[in-house]
C-alpha cells in the first residue's frame, strides 16, 4: 500500500510529524514502512511554462522550435522533439541550471544550430513510472490545464512536493488498505482524530429505482449489491491533484469517471465499478454465477472462459463483468458515455480469489475484496463516488440508491480482562490506559471491574479473539516500553545443552577448515543404505515409499555425500569438500521405531591448496583429512582416548583405510574410496570419513591439567629399526612409549626406507625419541640405561635390529 503523506494529512492532524517520523512510529506500532520516497528529491528548478510559439527546427526534421513564457515577462526559446508540443499549451519547462532525476543537470546548449534555453519535460523525466502516465501523455510531454499559473513550481502543481510511505502489509491488516483505514491507524499513533470527507451533493427528483432493477441469484457470494445512477455526464480528464495522488498510489489516470472510481477505491478501501449505462443492454441488473463455458471480453480485450466458480454481473442474459475482478468491454465507460451505472458491492472474497487465479487477473479491487472488505463502507462509497462524478463530470446524481442485501452486518464483541493482558504481556497496565488505547483506535469500550467488552468496528475484521485485543494494547502501548527482566527458574530459557553446545564447535571447527555442510536426503534406496554403514543392521523400509530411491532409511551419510561429489564435479567443480551431521537409522526388530544415532562424515576432493605464485599445488590426501579429525578430536580434547588401526572395509581402499577406536570401541573410520567405487561415480581420488558423532560428544573429557614451563634441558636419541614389513608403525611406537617409561616423553616418526639396501621384506622406520624430567637435569648414563630398555623391548618383541 503506497500511502500520500499529503493526501493522509486531509484526513489526520500530522503537523509536528516529519514523513520520516511518521513512518518511524508506524512501524514501531506493528506496521512496516519498507520505505519513504520523496517524489522531489534532488529536484530544483522546475517551473509551468506557456509555449507563445511553435516552428520547425530549420535543420531537423523531428525537432521544433518554441518560444516560451516563463513569467514576470521573461520568454525564452527551447529546442523540442516531442510530437504533441503545441503553441498554447501550459507545460513543464526544466530551466537552465535546474535538477532532474539521476542528478541529470539542465544546461544551456545549442541543437542544430539552434540555443535551447532548458527542457520542456514529460512525465517520464520528472520521476513518473511509464506504466503510471496516461495514455495521451505516455509519449510526449505532459500538458497542464489551461488554467495553470505560468511561472509556478511545477513540482508542487504535480503534487510532487510529497512524500510516499510503503507499507508491507500483513494479510489479515486489510483494513490499512485505504487511506481511511491508514488515518485510523495513524491516528491511534498520535491521539488524534481522524476527520472523514463530508458527502453532500443535489440529486434529482428522478429515482434511481425507476432506472435500474437489481437480482442476486448467488446470495452467499454477494450478499449486499448497491448501485447508483449518474445522468448527463460529461467524460473528460480529471484533476490534476487527483491523477497525481492516484499515481502516487500506484494507478494510472484514464478519465474522471473511471478515475474517481479508482480514487474512492483507495480512499476508503471499497472497489467500484462504473458501466455505461447506455451500453448495458438492459435495465436490470443479475449476479449469478457463470455458466460452464460461458465467454465474457474484459477491459483488457481478452476473451475469457469461464466456468461456475466464478461469480459475474449480467444484464440478465449475457455477462457485462467478472465481479470484483474486471469489467466486461461491452459496457465501458468510453469518451461518449452520458449516463453512468455505478456498482459498489460486496463479494465473497474466495470466490474472487478463484476468479483471479483462474484467470491470471490481479488487480487494486481484486486484492481488497480477497483479503474482506468493510460491510459497512459499501454505502459511503459509492454517494462519495456519486458527489465527485457530479462535482468534476458534471452528472446528475438520481435520487437515492438500488440494492438488495441478504444478510446483517454486525460489529465483533469480544471480552478480555486486564489481568489477562497484563499477564500475557509481562506487564503492567492500568484498565484506564487500556481503555484509552481501545479508545484511540476507534472501538467502543464498556468496563465492569476488570472486564472489559470491546465492540470492533467492522473494518477491523482481523480482530475476533481475545488474544486480538491483547496484541491492540501491546503494539499501541508500544514494544518499546515492555520492561526487561531476568528469567527466573531452575535453568535459563534458552540455554544450549552441552553437546548442542559442543555440536556447534564442531560445524565451526569444520567450516573454518574449509568443508561446506551439504544436507542430504534420510531416504535412500535398498542398493545404497547399507553402503559405508559403521554398524551393520536390517534395513527400515517404508510402507508407502514415492519412488525406488526413496524407499528405506539410510545406514550412513557418505552414499549421498558421494552423490553429491558426482554432481559437483560433472559442472566442472572440480575442488569439493562437504560435510553433514545427521541421523542414520538403526533396526530395532519388526513393527519397531528404528534408532536414530548421530554421525558426522565428510567427503572432500581435488586440490586442497590451489597452484598459487608462491607454493605448489597441493592434493588432498590421506593425511589431509587425518589432520582435519585430529583436529576435531583435540577441539573436544579426546587427543589422548583416540586410536587409529588400520582396516579393510567395503567399498575403501584397502592400504589407505584405518578405523578410530575411544578406547575399545569402534566409533568411525576414515581412508580413500575405493578406486572401482570412484571409477562407478566418475569421481576423481576421494576421502572420507564417518565418525559416530554421539559417541564424540559424550565421551568424558580428561581434566585439563597445566604444567610448569620446563626449566631443565631434554636429550633427544634417533633410532632407525629394521623390522618386517607387516609390521605396524603403530605397535612399534606403542611398544617404544610403554618401555621408555616416565623419562620418554615423546615419540615421533621421522623416515621411512624400503628398498635395494635391506632384505627382502623388510623395512626401516626411524623415530626421535625425546628423553626428559621436569625436576632435574638427566644424565647420560640415565638416558642411555632407559634407551636401552627400549631397543631390548622392539627386539624382544618385535624381532627390531638397529639400522647399521
Given amino acids: 500500500m503506497f500511502v500520500s503523506y499529503k493526501w493522509l494529512a486531509e484526513y489526520v492532524d500530522l503537523s509536528g510529524v516529519t514523513p ?19 517524489l522531489n528529491e534532488g529536484m530544483k528548478g522546475v517551473v509551468i511554462g506557456h509555449v507563445v510559439e511553435k516552428e520547425p527546427h530549420p535543420d531537423a526534421d523531428k525537432l521544433n522550435k518554441c518560444q516560451v513564457d516563463l513569467g514576470n515577462d521573461e520568454i525564452v526559446q527551447i529546442i523540442c522533439g516531442a510530437k504533441n508540443v503545441d503553441k498554447g499549451q501550459k507545460v513543464a519547462v526544466a530551466t537552465v541550471g535546474a535538477v532532474l532525476p539521476g542528478n541529470f543537470k539542465i544546461k544551456k546548449a545549442k541543437l542544430r ?10 512525465l517520464q523525466e520528472l520521476g513518473f513510472e511509464a506504466k503510471l502516465v496516461a495514455k495521451e501523455y505516455s509519449e510526449g510531454i505532459f500538458v497542464f490545464p489551461s488554467d495553470a499559473e505560468v511561472g509556478a513550481d511545477a513540482l508542487q502543481q504535480l503534487n510532487l512536493d510529497d512524500a510516499v510511505l510503503e ?51 448467488a446470495s452467499e457470494d454477494n450478499p449486499l449489491y448497491v448501485a447508483k445512477v449518474i445522468k448527463n455526464v460529461t467524460i473528460a480528464p480529471s484533476p490534476l491533484w487527483m491523477q497525481s495522488r492516484l499515481m502516487a498510489a500506484g494507478i494510472r489516470p484514464h478519465n474522471n469517471v473511471v478515475d474517481i472510481t479508482n480514487y474512492v477505491l483507495i480512499e476508503y478501501g471499497q472497489p467500484l465499478h462504473s458501466f455505461d449505462y447506455d451500453r448495458f443492454g438492459s435495465r436490470e441488473i443479475l449476479v449469478r454465477r457463470a455458466n460452464d463455458g460461458e465467454k465474457i471480453k474484459t477491459l483488457d480485450d481478452q476473451e475469457r472462459t469461464l466456468t461456475t466458480d466464478h461469480l459475474v454481473i449480467t444484464n440478465g442474459t449475457e455477462p457485462v463483468a467478472l465481479a470484483g475482478v474486471m469489467g466486461g468491454a461491452n459496457s465501458e465507460v468510453q469518451s461518449d458515455t452520458k449516463t453512468v451505472l455505478l456498482e459498489s458491492a460486496l463479494f465473497n472474497g474466495q470466490r474472487i480469489r478463484t476468479a483471479s487465479k483462474d484467470h491470471g487477473l490481479r488487480s487494486e479491487a481484486s486484492a481488497r475484496y480477497e483479503k474482506g472488505v468493510d460491510p459497512k463502507r459499501v454505502h459511503a462509497a459509492a ?14 446524481v438520481l435520487e437515492g440508491s438500488v440494492e438488495v442485501q441478504s444478510a446483517t452486518f454486525e460489529p465483533a464483541v469480544v471480552k478480555t480482562t486486564v489481568n489477562k493482558i497484563n499477564r500475557v504481556l509481562g506487564m503492567d497496565i492500568s484498565a484506564e490506559e487500556i481503555k484509552a488505547i481501545f479508545e484511540r483506535l476507534g472501538f467502543g469500550v464498556e468496563t465492569d471491574n476488570s472486564v472489559i467488552t470491546v465492540t470492533v468496528p467492522t473494518r477491523r475484521g482481523d480482530i ?9 494494547v501491546a503494539r499501541l502501548y508500544g514494544y518499546d516500553n515492555i520492561p526487561t527482566t531476568l528469567p527466573v527458574g531452575q535453568a535459563i530459557p534458552g540455554k544450549l545443552t552441552d553437546y548442542q553446545e559442543k555440536r556447534r564447535k564442531v560445524r565451526r571447527y569444520l567450516e573454518g577448515s574449509g568443508l561446506y555442510q551439504a544436507i542430504t536426503y534420510s531416504l535412500t534406496s535398498e542398493g545404497k543404505a547399507a553402503k559405508y554403514a559403521l554398524e551393520a543392521s536390517e534395513l527400515t523400509k517404508l510402507a508407502l515409499p514415492m519412488s525406488e530411491e526413496r524407499s528405506v532409511l539410510r545406514l550412513s551419510l557418505l552414499p549421498h555425500l558421494l552423490d553429491a561429489l558426482k554432481y559437483n564435479l560433472a559442472r566442472q567443480m572440480d575442488q569439493v569438500a562437504l560435510y553433514e551431521i545427521g541421523s542414520v537409522f538403526l533396526s530395532e526388530g519388526k513393527d519397531q521405531q528404528p534408532l536414530e544415532k548421530e554421525r558426522l562424515s565428510a567427503a572432500v576432493t581435488g586440490l586442497w591448496h590451489s597452484h598459487s605464485w608462491q607454493a605448489e599445488k597441493k592434493p588432498v590426501d590421506f593425511y589431509v583429512v587425518k589432520g582435519i579429525v585430529d583436529g576435531l578430536v583435540d577441539l573436544l580434547g ?34 580413500q574410496v575405493h578406486p572401482t567405487a570412484q571409477k562407478e561415480l566418475d569421481l576423481t581420488e576421494t576421502y572420507v570419513f564417518e565418525l559416530s558423532l554421539v559417541d564424540l560428544l559424550t565421551a568424558t573429557v580428561e581434566e585439563t591439567r597445566f604444567e610448569i614451563i620446563p626449566r631443565f634441558p631434554s ?13 605396524v608403525v603403530g605397535d612399534i611406537e606403542q611398544i617404544i612409549t610403554e618401555a621408555g617409561g616416565k623419562l620418554l616423553k615423546d615419540v615421533s616418526v621421522f623416515d621411512l626406507y624400503e628398498g635395494d639396501r635391506l632384505e627382502e621384506g623388510k623395512k626401516s622406520v626411524a623415530f626421535s625419541l625425546r628423553y626428559f ?12 640405561k632407559t634407551h636401552e630398555k627400549v631397543l631390548n623391548a622392539v627386539e624382544e618383541k618385535l624381532g627390531a635390529t638397529l639400522r647399521g
Avoid at 454517494?383 to 446528475?396: C, F, P
Avoid at 579426546?638 to 567399498?651: D, E, M
Avoid at 636429550?715 to 609390521?727: E, F, G, Q, T
Fill in 638 to 671: 579426546l587427543t589422548n582416548q583416540i586410536q587409529y588401526k588400520q582396516a579393510n572395509r567395503a567399498g575403501m581402499h584397502p592400504g589407505r583405510t584405518a578405523e578410530l577406536f575411544l578406547g575399545d570401541k569402534l566409533i568411525g573410520f576414515i581412508g
Fill in 383 to 396: 454517494e462519495r463516488a456519486a458527489q465527485l462524478i457530479s462535482l468534476y463530470a458534471g452528472g446528475e
Fill in 773 to 784: 624430567d621436569p625436576e632435574r637435569t638427566l644424565t647420560d648414563e640415565e638416558v642411555t
Fill in 715 to 727: 636429550i633427544s636419541r634417533d633410532i632407525a629399526l629394521v623390522v618386517d614389513k607387516n609390521v
Fill in 464 to 472: 475476533t479473539i481475545e488474544e486480538d485485543l491483547v496484541e491492540e
Fill in 167 to 217: 507499507l508491507g502489509l500483513t494479510p489479515n491488516r486489510a483494513d490499512a488498505l485505504s487511506m481511511l483505514g491508514v488515518a485510523h491507524e495513524v491516528a491511534a499513533i498520535l491521539n488524534r482524530d481522524v476527520k472523514y470527507p463530508e458527502i453532500s451533493y443535489v440529486s434529482t427528483a428522478e429515482k434511481a429505482s425507476d432506472a435500474v432493477k437489481i437480482k442476486v441469484e
Fill in 20 to 38: 520520516d517520523e511518521l513512518a518511524e512510529k508506524i512501524t514501531r506500532s506493528g506496521i512496516e514502512v519498507e520505505g519513504v520516497d520523496v
Fill in 113 to 122: 544550430g539552434e540555443v535551447s534555453h532548458g527542457m520542456i519535460c514529460s
